[in-house]
């Protein structure tokens, strides 16, 4: 069913000889440039994410078909990543995730530090599930008016976005692939979350994203193969949520439930090395922090 296997002697090798094992696997595929991607943009799109650690990302990747593409840009196939969050003093955003409710919405600045291009996004659902996402060029400050007018469009109103205020910003690195039917993965890692008050990262930490117009792609068989599921993981509630623990945080107790043992593995493996193992990635723990 797919083109390239599994080869654990691969990860091996990696983790003995490279600085970098995780963006060597990146660089096994061929490169497809800013101008190609955009031409593969999917508008309406379903997204799913996945929690894993490094070396189940790697093994992802492993299997993954030969004819994947990764974005370089300048030689670099990872790019640096920041997002401001907006919500208002009662956190209307952040509490309609909690909730689960299908009018939710976030609205966000994305800073691209590689082009030092910079957006105002307003994201909402649509039917079925699908993502919803509008943007436009972002100068400094908050646009509550083309705010107010996206939400409307999509059946979000009335939301005093004159209100929104900056409450968190995420920074992350990320690379992506694109598949033979033209879907996306995105993997991000380093992720730090800061508020005006705190700063929280987990070291270890891969949230793969698959982005199609429905149906599931190569990489969501694979994972659910290995009986990694999706999650719920919105980067600005989850970030919130480790944030400011005393935030009603139900929806997401799987998902911190995770992020606490990939920590807890990673200081782990990050000890064993200390102590002169050689770093080599342990067959048995490939996707164990699915």
Same mark, same amino acid.
């Given at each position: ?27 096994? +595929?061929?490169?497809? !440039? @800013?101008? %190609? ?5 999917? &508008? =309406? *799109? $379903?997204?799913? #994410? ?35 969050? +907006?919500?208002?003093? !009662? @956190?209307? %955003? ?5 909730? &689960? =409710? *299908? $009018?939710?919405? #976030? ?184």
């Amino acid at each position: 069913m797919y083109a390239t296997k599994p080869t654990m002697d691969k990860f091996w090798r990696w983790d003995m000889l490279s600085p970098d094992p995780l963006i060597d696997a990146v660089e096994e +595929f061929p490169a497809i !440039d @800013l101008a %190609c991607l955009g031409a593969t943009s999917v &508008g =309406r *799109r $379903r997204d799913r #994410k996945y929690i894993l650690n490094e070396s189940g990302a790697r093994s992802l990747m492993a299997e993954l078909p030969s004819t994947t593409m990764a974005l370089c840009v300048d030689g670099s196939r990872e790019f640096g990543y920041e997002s401001m969050y +907006f919500d208002t003093g !009662d @956190l209307m %955003c952040f509490n309609l995730a909690a909730k &689960g =409710r *299908r $009018r939710r919405f #976030k609205v966000r600045t994305r800073h691209y530090l590689t082009t030092d291009e910079q957006w105002l996004e307003v994201k909402t659902r649509g039917p079925r599930g699908l993502t919803l996402k509008d943007r436009t060029r972002f100068d400094g400050s908050l646009d509550p008016q083309w705010v107010e007018m996206v939400l409307a469009t999509h059946g979000i109103s009335p939301v005093p976005a004159e209100n929104l205020v900056p409450t968190s910003d995420v920074s992350y690195t990320r690379s992506t692939l694109v598949l033979p039917d033209f879907s996306r993965v995105t993997i991000d890692r380093d992720l730090r979350w800061r508020s005006y008050e705190t700063t929280r990262e987990v070291p270890g930490l891969v949230i793969v994203e698959t982005k199609t117009s429905g149906g599931a792609n190569d990489a969501d068989h694979l994972l659910w193969n290995h009986g990694v599921r999706p999650c719920h993981m919105s980067k600005y509630a989850t970030g919130m949520a480790l944030l400011f623990p005393s935030l009603t945080t139900n929806r997401w107790k799987r998902t911190l439930a995770r992020l606490n043992a990939i920590q807890e593995n990673h200081e782990t493996e990050e000890n064993l090395d200390a102590d002169g193992r050689n770093g080599a990635v342990d067959p048995r723990r490939v996707y164990a922090c699915g």
